[in-house]
């Protein structure tokens, strides 16, 4: 949720809804009235977004199209042999099988009747092809159709996401503020343990470990803030947490139990860095007065 | 000083805004002064029907008398006048006798005033769209003082009206928004008046706990308080609420106290609780993180006081001039126009836990500066011991001749009205002084919104006109 700038006892309500719409306007982008985003809303969801406002009709609208475009079957004859003699008179039909040798002397018909019967074959192929290709249609439509359903429902369903993770980036940018409004606002109270040693400032200098380099050490005797010490107590505490339960409970490597013999971190450090084994200086903290001291000054590089 | 406070219905069990205020008033001012009220034997102010008994009673240590309602309405007839009156060219006869249809029609309370006004200083009418208002204004002349409940509806728009607004002795409005369309309509500068209000006997230490623990409501929660009705514009806080869950950015229940007259969603975070007491609702309010105010209209909301008394915020409802206007006065409210307003308010008082607190108090510091009932008691005191000064007034203006009565020259009431102007009147808080007699009152700011114009989203058209302007039966002004 975001905040608001307002921050008095003296809350102007005009402001706070001039915010507000100010907010509405950044969300939906253009300052539309209340109408016109109805409006578009409800365009939207008939023709786009809503499932159940596709033409769920689609199939049957193509073949109602279908049969009011398609075209009439083409015509086909029948030729064999015998049909350029054929007649339905049967003395001209004898007259004709008599003359044809005659015929026959002055050309040959063969060539054209075959001609004729292999197109008649083949106009009658290409008849049943055109039939399966409109089923294949049909059924392609069907497919389409079926995409266009999924595809909508997908568009809604990014959306819905879309909006949520706003919704989560939102609130998660909200925490992030208020933890940081509440880190800044941690009161530091100081133990016993740090008085002494705000009461012994050259401590600092006799606890230093070898490792650290002369900035570090330079730089630990400095007193810090009380926020900057509760975040390094927070994040020790991270620290030990890093392992898990079971690996902490046995000692092992990553448990945060301090090893002797663990492998010198490659940055010539203490161990004690990020991912690093040892957590001596956490654990001691509540030992020794010093441990604050060190930790100061290693957790200010 | 003996004054009459005469109202459509009476009693503890009547629970309408305007008798409910009446009742009040009545109670408070019996500690300064003799109070009888006139009132008629009716309890359902849909029907009238006679159901108490004629006579003199004390309720509450207030003399009561009621009278006789002559006929119940017919709401076939009534229906049908409200039709031509609001919508269509009519004459003054067809507006009375709308009047008459309307109700409660008691001859023997007008009587009673017309021969015994000398009898009181005083008689304070409450809602002036009412048969027992007309006609008693009427009756008693310069000694009535008018407590008009009016709200922005079509019966405003009728034009037997005005000359009564003209006529009486004062005017105790209850906003600034009320006053600023009387005045629009009628032109009664001239005639005394205040912005007064009423006050409601909140609880000093309600139970928010106990209300928790009774009803098993957890977690933060809106309340909407008053009859849940369409015309209370509860179907659309039903749709914005709605919403408001969608965005899935909130936590708040809405919890719905008052008889229904819609159904309710069916929804984990809706919750009806139906008719409370007055402990119980007051409990509820102290409990809730806000009150919501859906209505269109609105004379004063006694709801969203008792809530700022309460120290509560209200999100209203800003097509009501009044709420908006209120909630800007008093700094202790947010109002809406629309969905994504709505949700936007709602969350903006959920999650900023300071505006909400800083609202609160705004709310209790207005209600006790304008709305606690010694600056009730003493606005009605001081005005009613400045009129006494002097008993000369207008009186109502006499009735047009018998053919001008039936000249079919009054426009429809819905353009009478959907020419007043609108918005929030001021952002000063309501007038504690009332104007000297004879005197035009101090205009209020003129209200922001302008004339309304066809082209302007009316808030009489579309959805809210049917409700209102038809013959769908109502109770009086104050909720």
New interface residues.
Partial sequence: ?P??T?????????Q??EQ??A??RE??GVDYT??Q?RELAAVKLEKFLDPRGLRSDLLDQFRRVQKEQAPPAPPNYAFEDQTLYESHRGLLRWIRRLLQPVLKLFFNPNPLIQALHIQSQLNTLNAERETTRRGLDQLQYEVLHNLVVETTRMGIEVRNLKM?VE?LT??LE?NERRARALESVVVYKPSVEDQAVEATPAAPSQATPPGLSASVTAAAPSAPGPGQRSRRRRRRRGRRGDGPASAVMAGQPGSGEPRADGPAPPDGGDGRGEGGTGAAGADQEGASPAGDVHDSGFDEQ | MKLAVVVQRYGESINGGAELHARYIAEHLARHAEIEVLTTCASDYVTWRNEFPAGVERTNGVAVRRFRVSHERDPLLFGRLSGLVFHQPHSVADELRWLDAEGPASRPLIDHLAKHATDYDFCIFFSYRYYHAYHGVRAVGPRAVLVPTAERDLAAGLSIFPPIFRGVRALMYNSPEERAMIQALSANGDVPSVVVGVSSDVPSAPQPGRFRQKFGIRGPFAVYVGRIDENKGCKELFDFFNAYLQ???GRLTLVLIGNSLLPIPSHPRIRHLGFLSDADKFDAMAAADLLVMPSYFESLSMVALEAWALGRPVLANACCDVLKGQ??RS?????Y?????FV??L??IE??R??AS??G??GRRFFREHYDWPVIERKYLDVLARLSGDRRGPGAEPLPGWFERRRRSCPPAEDVVARLPTGPASVAAPSSTPSSQGRPVSPVAPPTGGERRPGN?SRFGGRQRSHRGGSAPRAGGTS
């Fill in positions: 949720m905040e608001f307002v921050r008095s006892d003296s809350v102007d309500v005009e706070i809804m507000i719409r907010r509405i969300k939906r209340e109408e985003i949520r919704s939102s609130r909200f | 965005a899935g950015t909630c800007m700094n202790a409210g947010l109002y126009d629309g969905q994504l307003e936007e308010a969350t903006a999650h900023n300071w505006i800083a609202l108090r705004n989203r």
